[in-house]
């Protein structure tokens, strides 16, 4: 008797010897037993030949996962990278954002500020606007008073001179009327400046508008002086 694989094979001899002592019923009871583990036995290493199929493609399977799985682990580590790279890049980013906004606030409240001050200096600019305009009208109507004033001065100088020349004209007439004194000389020749002794034609006479001797009219008559042209002596 041989074992295969812990299946018990019966040879002829045997099985002469069985056939002897044991009944045809039993020998053919073994015999069917037989033939059912041989099938059964077939029908195992179909199905293990099959399992060691399976098993050689589920290495090959995994063979080619475990190389895919480090394609992916190196595909991962280079994203890995790179995502770190960006996450830095973002920091970055999201830290010159933060600087660029405290910078764009800063600038709007001085952009407020400066609004506000516009504001007030539009306010200004409109009340000195105003005031030049106020003082212009101001001005225009003292220009057409100081116009009107010169007008009006310029008559009155007209009348001063028409008086001027009258008064003149009185003295003039006064002057033949009025009796010499003793003590006075009538003659021009006779004059001498007390201070330089010049005479004659260096002797002038002039109003002394410090003695009031009358009116004539609105016109006030002033007193003679004579003023010597060398030194401007008066006497």
């Known amino acids: 008797m041989r074992l295969k694989r812990g299946v018990s094979f019966i040879s002829q001899d045997e099985m002469k010897d069985l056939t002897t002592n044991l009944d045809n019923k039993v020998v053919k009871a073994l015999q069917i037993k037989v033939d059912s583990y041989q099938?059964?036995?077939?029908?195992?290493?179909?199905i293990l030949e099959k399992k060691d199929e399976e098993i050689a493609n589920i290495a090959k399977f995994k063979d080619a996962l475990s190389s895919e799985l480090e394609e992916i682990k190196r595909n991962l580590d280079?994203?890995?990278?790179?995502?770190?790279?960006?996450?830095?890049?973002?920091?970055?980013?999201?830290?010159?954002?933060?600087?660029?906004?405290?910078?764009?606030?800063?600038?709007?409240?001085?952009?407020?500020?400066?609004?506000?001050?516009i504001e007030e200096l539009s306010d200004d600019v409109l009340k000195k606007a105003n005031?030049?305009?106020?003082?212009?009208?101001?001005?225009?109507?003292?220009?057409?008073?100081?116009?009107?004033?010169?007008?009006?001065?310029?008559?009155?100088?007209?009348?001063?001179?028409g008086q001027k020349d009258k008064l003149e004209k009185a003295e003039t007439e006064l002057s033949a009327l009025k009796p010499s004194e003793p003590t006075e000389y009538t003659s021009e020749e006779r004059l001498v400046?007390?201070?330089?002794?010049?005479?004659g034609k260096d002797l002038k006479v002039e109003e002394?508008?410090?003695?009031?001797?009358?009116?004539?009219g609105h016109s006030p008559l002033y007193s003679k002086v004579n003023v010597c042209k060398q030194c401007g002596q008066k006497f």
């Open 78 to 117: 280079v994203k890995t990278n790179k995502l770190e790279k960006i996450d830095s890049e973002v920091y970055d980013l999201e830290k010159t954002i933060t600087i660029k906004e405290n910078e764009t606030n800063k600038l709007c409240a001085e952009v407020d500020e400066l609004k506000q001050k």
């Open 39 to 46: 099938i059964e036995i077939s029908e195992l290493k179909k």
């Open 131 to 161: 005031k030049i305009t106020e003082l212009s009208e101001q001005l225009t109507k003292k220009e057409d008073k100081i116009t009107e004033l010169n007008d009006t001065l310029d008559g009155k100088e007209k009348i001063i001179e």
């Open 193 to 199: 400046c007390p201070k330089c002794g010049a005479r």
């Open 208 to 216: 002394d508008k410090s003695k009031i001797l009358g009116y004539m």
